[in-house]
């Protein structure tokens, strides 16, 4: 049996201490709830791979409180200092070369000289993370392939007994998987659209590439770009212009002018069906909504779920990648 912490001191506290004794403990973070393991001990690490049930050893973040602490690990980079003088805490994690005798497990790396390094910016991420003392590496924390839980009942649908320990602090505010930034080579690179946008980086930075692939072939540099991901079982159907009454319909603005096919308005269609990212149309309540809304609407086993068209400008483009994934799958 799973058990669900509430986090108070006492329990954040417990749940370090389980940490440092190996075990596997899902925690709280801005954009979704991680599954945290010791990212200095092997077994631990490969615990969480168990645990997802991922098929392959695709490289995890590991999560520390500040740059300072993730300097420890990593060879120092100057894009990384100015960007985490900005952003950190927050959601955006760096690619950056492994210090010679790093303690961080190879695992953790997937057997890369690379490393993934973030400082969540959640008061309860924060306190844990400095109370276990070790960086903790965790992948969000669902069974591989499926959603990303944005709640502690997301992580116990997902993952049931296979997660020990569950830290829950309320809903992910940012709801999307941070920005993965590679800095490890000539040019910075963007491997994973998140709320911290391109625009965001190369204010700082200058000019970024995105979505690098490994020399000479069509394999994308981050392992966990793979097509295939974030799938719910329920087949998704994008920017649709019309839903059939057999269809759930997430939304996203004004829903007066969507059509029933054959006939009708969405807005005759029955509560429970309908599910809308932001009747205002901003993009960060969309974000915000956008796992646990698709969770919602997946367990009610429509035909398929017809999303609206979301504008492909600021975090649009994170939610419009994670909904092509989604649908890929
Ligand atoms: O918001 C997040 O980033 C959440 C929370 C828990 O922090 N974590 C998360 O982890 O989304 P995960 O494992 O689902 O995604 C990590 C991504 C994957 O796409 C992985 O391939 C990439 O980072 N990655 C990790 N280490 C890498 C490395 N050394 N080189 C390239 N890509 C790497
Ligand atoms: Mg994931």
């Not at 993952?159 to 590679?182: C, F, H, Q, R, Y």
């Not at 040019?187 to 625009?199: D, K, N, S, V, W």
């Not at 998704?236 to 603005?253: P, T």
Request: hydrophobic share 40%.
């Amino acid at each position: 049996m799973s058990q669900i912490l509430p986090a108070t001191d006492v329990n954040i506290q417990a749940a370090a201490t389980e940490i440092k004794s190996g075990q596997l403990v899902a925690f709280p973070t801005e954009t979704v709830y991680g599954l945290g393991a010791d990212a200095t001990n092997d077994t631990a690490v490969a615990s969480i791979f168990a645990a997802k049930m991922r098929p392959d050893f695709n490289p995890l973040i590991s999560h520390v409180p500040d740059f300072k602490t993730a300097m420890k690990y990593a060879v120092h980079n100057s894009w990384a200092e100015v960007l985490a003088q900005v952003f950190w805490p927050g959601p955006l994690t760096f690619i950056l070369k492994r210090k010679t005798n790093c303690a961080i497990s190879k695992l953790a790396s997937a057997g890369l000289d690379t490393l993934a390094l973030r400082a969540p910016e959640h008061p309860t991420a924060q306190t844990f993370l400095k109370a276990c003392m070790t960086p903790v590496a965790a992948p969000s924390a669902n069974r591989s392939g499926s959603l990303s839980p944005t709640t502690p009942q997301h992580v116990l649908q997902s993952l049931g007994d296979n997660v020990p320990t569950i830290l829950a602090d309320g809903m992910s505010e940012v709801g999307l998987e941070s920005t993965v930034i590679d800095l490890s080579g000539d040019t910075p690179c963007l491997l994973r659209h998140g709320a911290i946008t391109q625009e965001d980086i190369e204010e700082l930075v200058g000019p970024i590439s995105v979505s690098c692939h490994i020399e000479g072939t069509d394999a994308p540099k981050s392992p966990g770009q793979l097509l295939k991901h974030y799938a719910p079982n329920t087949p998704l159907r994008l920017n649709a212009v019309d839903v059939s009454s057999d269809e759930a319909l997430l939304g996203f603005g004004n829903l007066k002018f969507m059509g029933i096919t054959g006939g009708g308005f969405a807005t005759d269609l029955s509560q429970d069906q309908v599910l809308n990212l932001s009747p205002t149309g901003d993009l960060n309540e969309a974000a915000g909504n956008l796992f646990a809304m698709l969770h919602k609407l997946d367990l009610l086993k429509f035909k398929s779920i017809a999303v609206m068209n979301i504008p492909n400008t600021g975090l649009g483009i994170a939610i419009n990648d994670r909904l092509i994934r989604a649908a890929k799958a």
